[in-house]
C-alpha cells in the first residue's frame, strides 16, 4: 500500500477493518492519566466558576392561611375543601391583577413589582399557602406582607360568610429557595471531561499508526523480523537509585530468563544472517533515541561472544554515548574515543573479562557536530583494521531521525539491523529509514521488536511466544550453523 511519503508496506489486512490492540490501547491512557485528570478538573473548575457567575439567589416567604364557611369549626375541614378551592381561585385574580401590584409598589416605593405569587391549596384540606419569591430577603417579606394587607380589603367583595385567616405567618427567609448544589454539577463536569478525554485519546491511540503487536511488524515494517525482545522492568529489584545501576546487560544474573532467552535467539539469527555471506561488520541503529538500541547491540555483542566468538563492539554514537553506562566502565584515562578518533590517536579496545570474546571501544565524551572527513577516514581505517582481528564488529550508532552519521557509517558496516520499540514510531518513518538503509547498499538483515509488553491476557509462563515465534523456525539449520541439506 503506497502512502504519502513514498514508501510501500505489505498489508493482507481488510482496508475497511479496524483492528484494535487493547493492550496499546490502555497503556496509552494510562500514560496519560495526569491528562485525564487534569481534564476533569479543569472541566469541574469550569463550571464552578460559569454557575457562580450566572447564579442568582431568590428567596421566598411563606404564608399559610386557613379557609372556612361562617360558623363551622376548624376540625371539620371536610366540609370546606369545596370553600377553599374557590376562595383560592379568587386569591389568585385578586392578586395577580395590575390594582394590586400597582398598590403594593406605591406602598413600598418600588418602581416594579420585582417578585413572582404563587397561590394554591394543600391537597385534601382547606389550607392555602401563599408564595412570594424575590431576589432579597427582606422584599420577598415585605412585598408579601403588603400583598396580603392590601389584598384583604379587596377580598372583603369575595368573602361572603367565608373567614381566611392566617394559620402561619410570614417570616424572613433565610436560605435562598434556589439553593446552588456546586458539588454536584461540578463532580457531573468533572465526569464528562474525563469521558471526552478518554475518548479523544483512544481515538488517537487507535489510529496511530505504529507498531503496535508482532503481527503488525509483519503486515506494516519492509523487513523481516529477527526477534522480539520483551520490556524488562528496573524497578522491580529494588528502589529508584538501586535502578539506574541495574544493567540489562546478559551479564546480569538478575534479569528475567525470558528476556536473556529472547537476546539469544536475536544473536543466532544475527550470526545466521551473517555468516550466511561471510559478513562480518554490523550496524546497529533506531529511527529514534529511546528505542534500546545501544543495549540491543551490547546484549548481541555479549550473546555472540557466550557462543564462542570474538566480537567488538564499537560504540559509534559520539554525539550521545551510553555503552560506557550500559558496561559501567570508566574510560582509559587519556583514551576517550571520541577524542582519539579526531585527533587520529591509537584506539584500543577493552578487554571485559567477565564477558571473555568480547572486547568494547567507547567513549563518554560526547561531540556536537559530525565527524569531519579526515576523522571518518580514520574511524574507517579503525574498523578495517579490526575487522580482521575479530569474528564479529558490531556498531552502535546515532538514531537516524536525528542526525546523518548513521548513513556515512553505514559504508563501513558489512549488514544493518534495525530496532523497532514497540508503539514508538510512526510506520512511515520506519520504512523510510529502512529505504534508507538499503539504498545505502549496505545489507539489512532484518529487525528487532524491542520493548514489547506482554499482553494482559497472556501466560507469562508460555514459551512458546519468545522471540519472533516457536523453536520450529530454527529446524531448516544444524547444530552447526549452517543451512541443512548444504
Not at 478538573?41 to 463550571?47: F, G, H, S
Not at 376562595?87 to 409598589?105: A, D, M, P, R
Request: glycine share 6%; hydrophobic share 40%.
Amino acid at each position: 500500500m503506497k502512502t504519502d511519503s513514498g514508501y510501500t508496506y505489505k498489508s493482507n489486512r481488510n482496508p475497511g477493518m479496524l483492528r484494535i490492540d487493547w493492550d496499546c490501547l490502555f497503556r496509552d491512557l494510562f500514560r496519560e492519566w495526569w491528562l485525564i485528570l487534569l481534564t476533569g478538573v479543569t472541566a469541574a473548575l469550569l463550571t464552578g466558576a460559569v454557575f457562580q457567575l450566572r447564579y442568582v439567589p431568590e428567596y421566598t416567604a411563606k404564608t399559610t392561611f386557613v379557609i372556612s364557611q361562617t360558623g363551622f369549626s376548624y376540625s371539620q375541614v371536610s366540609g370546606n375543601l369545596a370553600q377553599a378551592e374557590t376562595t383560592t381561585e379568587q386569591f389568585k385574580q385578586v392578586v395577580n391583577s395590575s390594582i394590586l401590584q400597582k398598590q403594593v409598589c406605591e406602598d413600598l416605593g418600588l418602581s416594579g413589582f420585582g417578585a413572582s405569587v404563587s397561590i394554591d391549596t394543600i391537597e385534601s384540606s382547606n389550607l392555602m399557602v401563599m408564595e412570594v419569591t424575590s431576589s432579597s430577603p427582606k422584599m420577598a417579606y415585605e412585598i408579601s406582607r403588603s400583598v396580603i394587607d392590601n389584598s384583604m380589603e379587596l377580598m372583603g367583595y369575595f368573602l361572603n360568610g367565608v373567614t381566611m385567616k392566617e394559620l402561619q405567618s410570614t417570616v424572613i427567609p433565610e436560605q435562598p429557595s434556589n439553593p446552588l448544589n456546586l458539588a454536584r454539577y461540578m463532580g457531573y463536569a468533572a465526569v464528562a471531561g474525563i469521558l471526552v478525554m478518554i475518548f479523544i485519546l483512544a481515538l488517537i491511540s487507535i489510529y496511530k499508526d505504529t507498531i503496535k503487536n508482532v503481527e503488525d511488524v509483519s503486515l506494516k515494517v519492509d523487513t523481516k523480523l529477527l526477534g522480539t525482545v520483551y520490556y524488562e522492568k528496573k524497578r522491580k529489584h529494588g528502589s529508584k537509585k538501586a535502578a539506574k545501576k541495574f544493567s540489562l546487560l546478559l551479564t546480569n544474573p538478575m534479569l528475567s530468563f525470558m528476556y536473556v532467552e529472547s537476546y539469544r535467539m536475536v544473536a543466532t539469527r544475527v550470526r545466521f544472517a551473517m555468516d550466511a555471506e561471510d559478513r562480518k561488520v554490523l550496524l546497529v541503529t533506531s529511527v529514534s533515541e529511546n528505542e534500546g538500541k545501544s543495549t540491543a547491540a551490547a546484549n548481541i555483542a555479549v550473546a555472540l561472544a557466550q557462543e564462542g566468538k570474538n566480537v567488538l563492539l564499537v560504540d559509534c554514537d559520539f554525539r550521545k554515548p551510553a555503552q560506557y553506562k550500559i558496561f559501567k566502565s570508566r574510560c582509559p584515562r587519556n583514551c576517550d574515543f571520541c577524542i582519539s578518533v579526531s585527533q587520529k590517536q591509537v584506539v584500543k579496545a577493552i578487554k571485559l573479562d567477565q564477558v571473555p570474546g568480547l572486547s568494547v571501544v567507547f567513549g563518554k565524551k560526547p561531540i556536537g557536530s559530525q565527524l569531519d572527513k579526515d576523522s571518518f577516514a580514520y574511524l574507517e581505517k579503525i574498523v578495517k583494521s579490526m575487522r580482521k582481528q575479530h569474528d564479529y564488529v558490531i556498531l552502535d550508532t546515532s538514531p537516524m531521525a536525528f542526525v546523518a552519521d548513521t548513513e556515512e557509517y553505514a559504508g563501513l558496516a558489512d549488514a544493518s539491523l534495525l530496532v523497532i520499540r514497540q508503539d514508538v514510531m510512526e510506520t512511515c518513518y520506519i520504512n523510510d529509514a529502512i529505504d534508507t538503509l538499503e539504498n545505502t547498499g549496505t545489507k539489512l538483515i532484518g529487525c528487532v521488536f524491542n520493548g514489547v509488553r506482554r499482553g494482559l491476557m497472556e501466560k507469562t509462563g508460555a514459551y512458546a511466544n519468545y522471540g519472533a515465534g516457536s523453536y520450529s523456525k530454527y529446524s531448516h539449520y544444524n547444530k552447526s550453523g549452517s543451512k541443512a541439506g548444504n
